[in-house]
């Protein structure tokens, strides 16, 4: 069945150092991929999309492109902050529109 | 705009118990999700409303956990009896539709630990 994989965390970062949380998935057909947010004692937010093969979504200073030769949506940012510090979830949406997560990534940037 | 509101936001009960979970989504908002996070895990869906009519409710454990939405607004998580391994996060979420150019609103969840 349809399934995405996440690095695990936690990942510590020193303020202004370049992010990378890798993110495969396994889906029949053409799913839609996600990175949510979830800060502490908040609920999950959507943090970007991509629908398609070769789209990128970004927002936030935060970009991912949907690689369908390598099956990855690989979650970046140039230079991270201390408030970026939250839980980051990787997610597809298959033919049924229905939102498969991965296990999420800690994120914890120091200052 | 109000988001999605969740109640009550802890809960601790033992094992057999019953014990049931609020959710108003946000106005308007057609569909509606409730979702099961265990700890270090991603969110698992348990079943889908469209207005007050099931979608999906395929991963829903029906011996125990049952789910209503009346009048196509609030909704309703009940878990009867409790097991230990339900102990985990209940999130709900709500769109204006189904499809990718819906995003999901999520609410801040019930932490629920079952002794």
């Known amino acids: 069945g349809n399934s995405v994989t996440q690095m695990e965390g936690p990942v510590t970062l020193s303020e202004e150092a370049f992010l990378t949380i890798n993110c495969t998935y396994t889906a029949t057909g053409y799913p839609s991929l996600f990175w949510y947010v979830q800060y502490p004692g908040e609920g999950l937010q959507l943090l970007l999309k991509a629908t398609k093969a070769d789209d990128k979504g970004s927002n936030k200073g935060f970009e991912a492109t949907y690689r369908k030769e390598t099956t990855s949506f690989h979650l970046e940012k140039g230079s991270v902050q201390v408030s970026d510090s939250a839980v980051y979830f990787c997610a597809l949406s298959d033919s049924s529109y229905k939102l498969i997560f991965g296990s999420g990534t800690r994120l914890l940037v120091r200052p | 705009e109000a988001g999605v509101a969740q109640s009550p936001r802890y809960k601790i009960i033992e094992k057999r118990q019953s014990v049931a979970f609020w959710c108003n989504p946000i106005s308007g908002h057609a569909t509606l999700y409730w979702y099961q996070q265990i700890l270090g895990q991603g969110p698992k869906l348990l079943i889908q409303?469209?207005?007050?009519?099931?979608?999906?409710d395929s991963q829903l454990p029906k011996d125990r956990f049952s789910a209503e939405r009346l009048k196509g607004v609030d909704s309703t998580l009940k878990i009867q009896p409790a097991k230990l391994e339900d102990s985990a996060v209940y999130l709900c979420a709500s769109s204006l539709g189904v499809g990718v150019s819906y995003e999901q609103y999520f609410g801040p969840g019930t932490r629920l630990t079952v002794t």
């Open positions: 409303f469209q207005n007050n009519g099931v979608v999906d």
